[in-house]
Structures are given as structure tokens and as C-alpha cells.
């Protein structure tokens, strides 16, 4: 019974160290088989988040079926009414150039790679959508993309 508790024990522990206070939002939407379509969105709803002045971070979550060594990302901010605030175009390196290596941390044949955003979102931004501008109909190898936002 000892080292049942110990194990027990031992395990909160590094959940609970492995669990941070600095993000206000964070959510990653899974895609189905692996496979981004052009035409799929993925939509955030931040609620009542104001999220201006705050450190934004776009993930993406990939395998090494990806076949590019970037990714076109187009990034899009609307209000409570659906008015566009912002519409911006990322381009986030996957692999390294040169040697082929996964960039990020993961483990096996998938990886995470963040990138913080290059602006800040409006006071008013409720909404967030991720769109896929690779040119594919359907782009393998993504398993999944989000937006989290960092307390400053």
C-alpha cells in the first residue's frame, strides 16, 4: 500500500509542476484524419477575454508526414459582430531548412511548434480564425492547431 501512495504521490506532483498559471487561454482543435482541407476553418470563441496587450501564440501540432518545411498560415480576428479586425498571413517553419529536423517539442513522429504572433489583437477581438494556405485541397500531416494567450 506504501508505494501505491508513493507512485500516487509522485504523480500529482509533476502534474501539478507541470501545470502553469501563465495562460489565460489555450485551446487546440484536433483535425479528422490528420488532413487540413482548404476550405475547413478553425474557429476560437474567446468569450469576454480581452486579450489586447497580452502575448499571443499560434500552435501547431504535426508528424513527420507533413511534406513541406513551412506552413502558410492565415490569421483572423472579428468582433462581436462578426466585423473583421484583423486578416493576417504567417509563414511558421515546421523543419529545419537544411537538415531536415523537426522543429519544436514532441516525441515519436509528432511535434509542437509555437510561434508567437507578430501583432496584437484589438481590445474588441472575440473571435479567431485559422486558415490553412498551403495551396493543398487537403494538406496531410497537420494533426491539430491553436491559439494560446499568455498572461504579460
Known sequence: M????????LGLLTLSISCSNDRLFEEFQ??????????????????????SGKTSLIGLRFN?????SNFY?????KDSSG??????????????????EPLG?????TYTKYDT??????????EIV??????????KGIEAAGIKILKN
Open 117 to 126: 504572433l507578430p501583432f496584437q489583437f484589438s481590445p474588441s477581438t472575440r
Open 130 to 139: 485559422l486558415l490553412q494556405y498551403m495551396r493543398q485541397e487537403n494538406l
Open 30 to 51: 484536433f483535425l479528422p484524419n490528420q488532413n487540413w482541407s482548404n476550405t475547413d476553418s478553425l474557429n476560437f470563441n474567446l468569450g469576454t477575454l480581452e486579450p
Open 2 to 9: 506504501n508505494k501505491l501512495t508513493g507512485i500516487l504521490f
Open 64 to 68: 513527420e508526414s507533413y511534406p513541406f
Open 105 to 109: 517539442k514532441g516525441f515519436g513522429s
Open 83 to 100: 466585423t473583421v479586425l484583423e486578416n493576417q498571413l504567417l509563414n511558421i517553419p515546421l523543419f529545419n531548412s537544411k537538415s531536415g
Open 73 to 77: 498560415l492565415r490569421v483572423i480576428s
